[in-house]
C-alpha cells in the first residue's frame, strides 16, 4: 500500500507541466491533467493557506484535508474545538475555494491549448510543427521574377536560409540552458516563471528593449500583482540572449552580400525543456531580432498566487500575506504601438508583417462592408456592422486607375520594367566605365541593344542637358542610340538612389521606342512605373514604417505631383472647377511632403550625394542596366536567376524579338520586316487555326469573411433559450429557471411546488450541458468555414495558373518548327 | 509471491461479501454464446466476451508471462493503452531531427499524385496498426478509407474500448481479481484449490486500491486524450494545406525546370523564322 501511494506520488511528481525535460505531447497533457485530478494542488494549497480567512489561519495540511470529512476533523477541527456542524460548514467553505481557484486555472489551460494548437501552423518561425509562411516564401521565389519587387504594391520579403547557430554558440547556449533550468530549479512545483519568462521573449528581445527600456534587475521579482510575471524581466536570460546574438551575428558572412530587405532565418535551437531559441538577421538592424518560444505552447502564464519573493510597488493592496488576493482587477497591461510599426510585437516578425493584421490591403475593387470608403447607411449594413468585427482593411481608392499592359508601336512590350539579369552590359564586348561625368567612350548601345545610359552628375554634361537640383531628368536617345541621365549633384531634398531607379525605368520606356508625353493620359502610363518602382524602394529600405504611406498610395500621389500640369490627376481625373482643383493641389501638396519627409529618414543609409551614389551603385539600380540589352538577340548572352518569371521574361522577349524582326505573313521578305509586300497584305486576317487562347486566370479580390463573434455568441444564448422554451433572455442563465412554469401548475402540497421549483435547474442541466459540449465544436466549423471559403477563392486562382503553366510547358514540348512557310489565311 | 504483511491486521469488510457473491457468480457463469459480427449493432458492444471479433484488442485478462509473480492488470492496460495513443500522436507530430532542433521530419512524404484525400493523407504505420485492432475499423472496406485525419475518431474509438473494459472490470472487480489471483497462483506454484480464498482481506484491499485507480483512470484517461485531440485538431486542420503547399513546392520546381528547358529552345527562335521564307523552303522529306 505504502510502496503504491509512494510510486503514484513519484508519478505525479514526475509528470508535473513544463518539468525538467521536454516529453513527448500526450505524456505532458497526461501528466497536467493527473496532476489536476489530486486536488487540491499546491499552489492553490499554498495561496489558500495565505488568504483564507480563518482565526487561526489554515495550513497547507488542512487545506489538503479538505477533500474528506473525517481527514479535515482530525487536522483542521480538532484543534479549534469545533462541533460537527461548524466543522463541516468550515470544510465545505475551504473546499469551494479550493474548487474555484482550480476551476479558474484549469480553464487557463483549457483556453491555452485551443489557441495554442490554432497558432502552432501559422508562425514565423520554421521551428513550428508546421511551418506554412515559409513555404509560401520558397514558392513566391521559385515562380517571381527578379524584377517582381518593382511593380508589386507591397515591400516584398526576401528571404535567406542561415546556418545552425549550435556551432558558433556553444558555450552560450550552455549558459543559456544552465539559467533556464535555474528558473525551473528554484520551485519545480510553480513553472510559472520559466513558463512566464519564455512567453515574455516570444516576440523579440530587441523588440521588448525598444518598447520598455532596459532590463533592471528589480523586475525579475514581479510587482505583487496576479499579472506580475506577465510583465516581469529576466535580466540573466536577456544578457544570455544579446551575447547569443551578437557572437552568431558576428560569424555570418554572405555572398552576395545581404540587402535591404532580405530576411535571414536561422534554423532554430531546441533546450532540453521544449524552449526553442529562434534569431532573424537582416542587413537592415530594425529588423533583426532573437527570442524564445516554446515548442509545443501548452501552458500559459495563469495569474499569480504568490507574491512572497516579489517586490510589491506601493500602494499595492492586492499583496496580503504573500498572497495575490483576487477581486480587483490590476492595471490593463500597456498598448503595443500602432499596427505596422517596426517592433509592434506580432508586426515586427517578418511574415506576419504581411498579413492582415498588420498592414491595410490595396485591392482594386473592395467587398462593400469592407470598403474604407463606404458611406452606406442602410439598417441592414448598420445592423450587419454592428456585430461585425472587420479584421481587414480594404482601400480601392488607391487603384483607381487600373493597370495597362506595357507595349510599344510593335506591341506588347515584355518584362519592360528591366532589373531581371544579372550580367552587365557591354560596348564592343568592352566592359562599360561610366563616371561621373558624360563620358565620350559611351556613344553607341549596349551589345545587342537598341540604347546605353549615360549617367553623370549636374553639371558635368552638355550644357543643354542639365536637371534643376531637386529632380533628375532622362533625356531623349539621341544619334548614337545614349540616353543621358543628369542627376542632382548633391541635397537633402531626394536621395540620388531612389532618384536614379526612377530615371532608369524611364531610359527602359525610351529604349524600346516610347517618346515623351504630351497629354494626361500618357503622362499616367509613363510616369507610374518609375514611381512604383521608386515608392517600393523607399518602402523596402523602411522610410515608410511607423507612417500610413503605402507603395501604391506613395506611387498615386507623386504620379498626380508630375501629371497635374496637363490639367488633371491620374487618380481622379479631371477637376470640375477651379475650386476643386485648388483642393485636390492642396491635399496633393500635402501628401507629397509627406513622403519626400520619410524617405529623407534614408534608414538603409544610401548615398543622397550623386557622385556617391555613382561610385557605390545599389544592386537594384545595377539590375535595371543590365537588363537595357535584349535578351534573346542571336550570339548575345543573358544570364539571370533561374526563376519561373525570369525564364517567362526571356520566352516572351524570344517571341517579341522574333515578332518585331521576323516577317510574320507570309510572302516575300520586303526592305523593312512586316512591310506590305503586297497591297492587300494590311488587310490580311490573322489565323485563328495557328495557336491556342490561353485564358490567364484573373488576379483573385482579397476578401475576409467577416468575423461576428457577439452575433456567434447571441445564436448560442438563443439556442440555450430555444431548448428550453424560452425567448431569448439576458443574461441566458435565466432561460435556466422559469418560475411561471412551475406555479402555472397546480400541485396538491407546497413541498411538491417546492421540490418542483428546484427541480426545474437539475432538469435542464443536462441540455444546458450539451449544448455547451456542441458549443466548443459548433464554433470549430465555423471557424473551419471562414477558412476553407477564403482559401477556396484565393486558391483556386493560383490552382488555375499551376494548370495553364504545366499546359504551358507541356506544349512546348510538342512544338514542330515548320519547314516551310504557313499558308496565307484567307478568312473562310 | 503475496507479501505475507498484508496478512497481519486486516479485518475483514463488506468486500468479502461481495468477493463471496463473486465466486458465486463466477462459479455459475453460464458460456456465453458466440455471435456473429453480422448481429452485432452499429456501435459494437465493448465486451470481451463477445466472440473473436475482439480476439485483437488489447486490454486482456492477466496471460502467463515472466513477469506474471508482479504482473498487475490494471498497470499493464495503462501502458499499453497511453503508449499506443502517445506513438500514434507523435507519430503524427513527426518526429524530431536532432535532440537540440524543434524541426520534425514527417514520417512520411505526401503522396502528391493521390487521387483523392484518402490516398494523399494516408494513414502512416501506427495508426493504421491500431485501427486493424479495433473491430469497427478492422473492415477492410473501412481500413481502406483511412486517412490520417481519422486519427482522432480512432484514437476516440480506442478509448472506448479502454473505458469499456475498464468499466466492465470495475463492474465484476471481485469475480475478476479472484480469477486472476487463482490464475497466477496456479501457474506459478500449481495449487489446485486457490489459496487466495484463504487470503480474502487481501483480496479486499486490492479491490479498494483497484476500484480507486479504475475510477482516476476512467476520469483522466479522456479528459487527457480529448485535451490532447483539441490542441492536435487546431494545428491538424492546416496540415492538408500544408501537404499541398509542399507538392507546390515540387511542382513549381518542376515547372521551372519545364519553363528553363523552354528558354533555351526559345534562343533558337529569332533565327528559326528566317527559314520561313518562300525562297528558302525545305522540301518534305
Redesign the interface.
Known sequence: MMKRLLSSAGIALALLPAAAAAKPLYETIRGTVQWEYDSPQDTVKTFLAKAFVANPSLSSDDIAASNVATSFRSSACSSRKLDDESCEQLRKEVRAAVLREERVRALGRDLQLIAGGYEMSIGDHPSRILSIFPKFQSIIRVWQSSNDWLSTPIVERRMRAGPAFTDLAKSELKKLQKHLDQLNDNDPNQPERLTAATWRYQFGLFGLVNREGTCDPAMEKGDGTELQYQRARWCTIEEDLQKIFEKVRGSLTFDPPLGFGEIVLLPPWRSNQGIVLWMFASKNPFEEDIGLEWELPMEPVLPSLDCSESAPAEGNTVCVRNGILGGTYPPPPPEPPSVGTLGAELCSLPFSAEGYLCRPLDAQRCPENESSSSSSSSSSLSEEKKNAISLTNCNSQNMAEGFRVAHTESGPDACMIGGWRTDPPFIDKKSVDDTTKRDPKISAPFDCGNCAVDIYCNGAGRPDQNCPEDYAVTYPRDENGVIPICLPAGGEAAIATYLLLHELIHAQQWCEGASTYSNLKDCCATEKPAYLAQCNAIAEDGNFAGTDITIEHCANILVNFSCERFGGFCTKGTPANSTEREKWLQELQKETKKIFEASKQNIAGLPTKCEDAMNSMDARVRSIINSLPHACSPACKARYENTIGNNACYVAQCVEISLENQRIIPGRMTFTTNDEAFPWDAKTAADPFIGDALMVPPLPETSFPAYRPAQLAADLDLALCQQNGQPLLFPPSRCDFNTNKQLGLATESYFELGVGLTDQVAQRAESTLGLRTLGQAVGRRIGARLLADYLAHTGKAFRELIGDANLLTGRFGKIKFPKEMCPRFNGS | MIDARFLIGRRPCLRTLSLVIGLTIVGGSAVFAARSASTLPVLAACTRFEGELFEDIDFQPLRDTPKLNTANVLDEWSESY?GT??KV??ED??E?VS??????SPSRSPRCTASNYAGFLAPRSELKSLAKKLPSWKDSTNLSRLNQLDMGTVLLEYLRMYECALVERLNLLPAYILRQEAYRQWVLFGLPIPKVIIEIPILG?MDE?ERIRIR?EL??AR??LL??L??????N???P??ME??C??R???D??N??????D???C???????????R????E
Open positions: 497511453h495513443v502517445g500522436i507523435e507530430l513527426g524530431l535532440e537540440d532542433s524543434p524541426l520534425r484491499s486500491d482516476k476520469v483522466t479528459a487527457s485535451k490532447t483539441t490542441f492536435v485538431s487546431g494545428y486542420r492546416l496540415q494545406i500544408d503547399l509542399t507546390v513546392q511542382a513549381s520546381l515547372i521551372r519545364g519553363m528553363a528547358l523552354a528558354a529552345a526559345a534562343s527562335l529569332p533565327r528559326i523564322w528566317n527559314a520561313k521564307e518562300v525562297l523552303d525545305f522540301e518534305n
